[in-house]
């Protein structure tokens, strides 16, 4: 199978995956979305996100807040992220972000690795209330 053919099939099997919106679906993103226009935008956003989860492991007492701070980061990621999954697909647009199938390949496993760093704080919370 070709790279570009792969590519297809990736960006067709995640382009209505739910467990890619698993934060951004319960959030009003819309002023993010307008504001994802380059691979750099993307990253910016992961990076949030790991920031994110650098803070809370350093923070011994957990509350509430901190939770959903860091499922709103992980929602900014979905949303960079569905939005590159979006553009891809679409046959014009599909040459403006140029991912590799590789490459998006990664992102999709960051967002993957990000929402099981959600789930260890958030049951480290748990355990400790």
């Known amino acids: 199978m070709s790279e570009e053919a792969k590519l297809k099939e990736l960006l067709k099997e995640h382009r209505h995956n739910r467990e890619l919106r698993r934060y951004s679906a319960k959030r009003d993103n819309n002023n993010l979305h307008m504001k994802i226009k380059t691979r750099e935008d993307v990253e910016t956003q992961y990076n949030g996100a790991l ?27 979905e949303v960079a992220l569905n939005k590159v999954i979006a553009l891809m697909t679409d046959s014009i647009l599909f040459k403006t972000w140029d991912y590799s199938y590789e490459e998006l390949q990664v992102l999709i496993e960051n967002l993957s690795k990000l929402h099981d760093e959600v789930e260890r704080i958030h049951f480290r919370k748990m355990c400790q209330d």
């Open 51 to 77: 920031l994110v989860i650098e803070q809370l492991q350093k923070n011994y007492d957990l509350v509430s807040e901190d939770i959903e701070w860091l499922k709103n980061s992980v929602a900014d990621y």
